[in-house]
């Protein structure tokens, strides 16, 4: 009898440490930090104004929630909708709809048929289309981001609408340029091998700055940094903009991307090949939990509220309208800390927002990058520099014809959109430092 018990304990003892073993293999899985809580988190929208029972919302988006850019829309919407008590029935999204006449006979179907009161349409090519729709509907609200032509319109149903995304790219770029560094101290590369690779979709503007930004925000950290760009010609092409990352990666080794491009293809190319990624309109932490570092996106809930509110108040809005960080329309996600120093990074990260929030720092300020004109093969050629190449004028096309026509510098700084000039982002120059690999989408 008690031999059998000795060997009852002997193999409860066993079953224990088997027990013990596993847990601390449990444990060990655990060990991983995972995301951080947001750097800037998207704010509970509330509301006092009371929604009538025959308001009603459109939104027009280019692709559907698998495109990153027009699911940032949708829950946006979701959000302004969810906490100002519209119902399901008072928000109309409709998806797919491509950059022609489509458009058109869906911001008209929205204000005749479904009985909206305001439609927004969310891609750059859009615009023409909802312009349209808005003389044809006078007493419906129009409202159109990323667009250019409000301002000259003379619509008072016609309205722009952007945030100051740059900020946000400035802050992500900081943390790239922490992890840039932190690869050189412990020798994976060299200072000189800080290449950064970037997927952008075109040659417009509103990319242009958002890679400048980016750029420059790494740079501040991390000095060394140099970026090379390909862009893909669409702003939703999976295929293209992992072929472009790939591109980046393995031709012209770039040991860190982002992207301005709408799929998780370059997320998905950087987690393939264990390359460190920043990833735009919002995280990307479960398509790359090995890579991904940090997210910057505009956060389109305020705006909705905004709107809504401006119509059921019968009151004029903006016809240039751009949300900041204060308006809680710049938006930071969470750090991987598996991926870069949390502790460290969130506190640096948190020192820029604070310098951005007191008004202390200037994204382009133009002691901090050269500019090269080369009026020959048209670049930069609206650009005037002193003799360390430094802006001292440039003429942006701030009213949409494509010309430039205005001077956005002053006080020592490029005056990018969310001031006085208009909404969306004009600042196309193309920096030193900056390499395009294939404008012609070759």
Not at 162 to 177: H, L, N, P, T
Not at 188 to 210: R, W
Request: aromatic share 10%; charged share 20%; with cysteine.
């Amino acid at each position: 009898m008690k031999n059998s018990k000795k060997i009852v304990a002997v193999i409860l003892a066993a079953v224990l440490l088997v027990v013990a073993a596993f847990a601390g293999c449990s444990g060990a899985k655990d060990t991983k930090k995972g995301e951080s809580a947001e750097i800037i988190a998207r704010e509970e929208i509330k509301s006092d104004v009371k929604i009538p029972e025959d308001f009603k919302i459109g939104l027009i988006c280019l692709h559907d929630e698998n495109s990153t850019y027009d699911k940032n829309f949708i829950d946006g919407l979701k959000s302004a909708a969810k906490g100002m008590g519209l119902t399901d029935e008072q928000v109309i999204v409709v998806t797919n709809i491509g950059e022609d006449a489509a458009c058109y006979d869906t911001a008209v179907d929205l204000a005749k048929n479904k009985g909206c009161k305001v439609v927004f349409a969310d891609s750059f090519g859009h615009e023409s289309f909802m312009m349209r729709a808005a003389k044809e509907f006078p007493e419906v609200e129009f409202c159109h981001a990323t667009g250019t032509s409000a301002k000259g319109a003379g619509l008072k149903n016609f309205h722009n609408a952007f945030a100051a995304i740059y900020e946000g790219r400035y802050i992500a770029g900081v943390a790239a340029g922490i992890k840039l560094n932190d690869m050189i101290k412990e020798g994976k590369i060299t200072a000189e091998q800080a290449i950064i690779g970037y997927v952008g979709a075109f040659t417009y503007a509103e990319v242009i700055s958002g890679m400048t930004s980016f750029f420059l925000g790494a740079r501040s950290v991390c000095p060394s940094a140099t970026m090379k760009v390909r862009y893909t010609g669409s702003w939703y092409d999976q295929a293209k903009e992992q072929e472009a990352a790939t591109a980046l990666i393995e031709k012209d080794k770039c040991v860190l991307l982002s992207q301005h491009a709408d799929s998780l293809g370059a997320p998905t190319a950087c987690e393939l090949a264990g390359v460190p990624n920043v990833s735009y309109n919002g995280s990307t932490y479960s398509a790359g939990k090995n890579t991904f570092i940090v997210s910057s996106a505009i956060n389109w809930a305020p705006y909705f509220q905004y709107i809504i509110e401006q119509s059921i108040k019968g009151e004029a809005i903006d016809t240039n309208w751009c949300g900041t960080i204060a308006t809680n329309s710049v938006v930071i996600s969470g750090i991987n800390q598996d991926v870069v120093d949390g502790e460290s990074t969130i506190e640096e990260l948190n020192k820029v927002v604070d310098q951005f929030k007191a008004g202390k720092l200037h994204v382009y300020d133009t002691s901090t990058f050269t500019v090269t004109v080369d009026k020959k093969n048209n670049v930069n050629v609206n650009a005037t520099v002193d003799k360390d190449g430094h802006l001292t004028e440039y003429l942006a096309d701030v009213d949409g014809d494509f010309v430039g026509e205005t001077n956005v510098v002053h006080d020592g700084y490029f005056d990018e959109s969310g001031s006085e000039f208009r909404s969306a982002p004009y600042f196309d120059i193309i920096i030193d430092g900056i390499t395009n690999i294939n404008v012609n989408f070759g």
